[in-house]
């Protein structure tokens, strides 16, 4: 791979920087494309990372950019969005999927166990052989956001595309039974999974909307700003239930009155990656009451809405039906 990717840096070195990007925004329709090119180049990572990703969020969200950059501690704008300008442009036009979203977090009371302390079950989930993306890191040279690889997300879109999903019949992942000690009367289950459980090409319309963020928020919260994608997000039709899964960024999270009511209330964090930035644990929104209450819940116990937000005010989170009973 080291091999390859200085051969070929090698070759495009001899080509001007502006004509590199104007084969690269040639190719910006489909966000695999970029996404391959990372891994390819050293160079073509550094021209995507810093340039195009940037010009690419500017175009299609420009009110977003405009927002996000602007500090009210600050006379000057900021030079990049919370987690880079990768993890932005992910967030646009990646679903997080139903594992980032916390849908597969095998808690029978739905995060009140989290405040005694994290699920074993969850702990000790390995993800089958299928299910893992392997990928290798390519160096992007001083870029400051490179932490994280567009291409470890979307390898798998290589297959898989969320778009195309509604025209074939979705292919069903079984997982195994954990090994867990269970009653003879309560047998272990296997969990169908029609949708890919990572993060992957979002279907709808790739935006993002205050107006949707301020539907989600409690009513005490409706000075923060929250933008998340337009309803009804990315659908995934499961076994059980449908899941209408959204992604969505906080401005100036850590001056929010969330993020207030998270760290004054000394909420613990739950190791749940971020679906968009490299951090490594979020907080459950649900039961930190940030959420509106009136969403209710299903007969199971299960919440209508669950949703988890990470130190870079990056939310990952998932609609279900209202229950008939609200």
């Known amino acids: 791979m080291a091999d390859s990717s200085c051969m070929v840096d090698g070759v495009f070195s001899k080509l001007s920087e502006d004509l590199v990007l104007n084969i690269l925004f040639k190719l910006e329709d489909d966000p695999r494309s970029w996404a391959r090119l990372c891994c390819v180049s050293m160079k073509f ?12 969020c500017s175009l299609t969200i420009p009110a977003v950019v405009t927002d996000l950059l602007c500090s009210p501690t600050s006379s000057s704008a900021a030079a990049s969005p919370p987690g880079g300008w990768s993890s ?18 095998d808690n029978s009371d739905f ?16 993800l089958p ?5 392997y990928s290798q890191p390519v160096p992007c040279g001083d870029v400051a956001d490179c932490g994280w690889s567009l291409f470890d997300d979307l390898l798998f879109d290589t297959v898989y595309d969320a778009s195309e999903s509604t025209l074939n019949q979705p292919e069903v992942v079984e997982e195994e ?20 459980p990572c993060s ?9 909307s205050r107006e949707q963020g301020n539907k989600l928020l409690a009513s005490r919260f409706k000075g923060d700003c929250l933008y998340i994608c337009d309803w009804p997000g990315c659908i995934h039709m499961e076994e059980k239930r449908n899941y209408m899964l959204f992604r969505g960024i906080f401005k100036n999270f850590k001056q929010s009155r969330v993020w207030r009511t998270i760290n004054d209330g000394n909420r613990k964090k739950i190791d749940l990656n971020c679906a968009f930035c490299s951090s490594k644990q979020t907080w459950d929104l649900h039961s930190a009451f940030c959420l509106r209450r009136y969403f209710g819940y299903h007969d199971d116990g299960e919440p209508v809405v669950r949703a988890y937000v990470c130190e870079n005010g990056h939310v990952s989170g998932a609609w279900t039906d209202w229950p008939l009973y609200t």
């Open 111 to 126: 995060g009140l166990e989290r405040e005694l302390g994290p699920d074993e079950n969850y702990q000790n989930r390995v």
């Open 88 to 105: 932005l442009y992910k967030l646009a036009v990646c679903c997080p999927g139903l594992h980032q979203a916390g849908v597969l977090l």
């Open 177 to 196: 039974p954990q090994n867990l000690v269970v009653t003879p009367t309560r047998p272990a289950k296997r969990r169908r999974i029609y949708r890919s």
């Open 129 to 133: 052989e299928s299910e893992t993306i």
């Open 200 to 208: 992957h090409l979002a279907s709808g319309i790739w935006n993002l």
């Open 45 to 56: 990572g550094f021209l995507i990372h810093t340039i195009c990703y940037k010009s690419k």
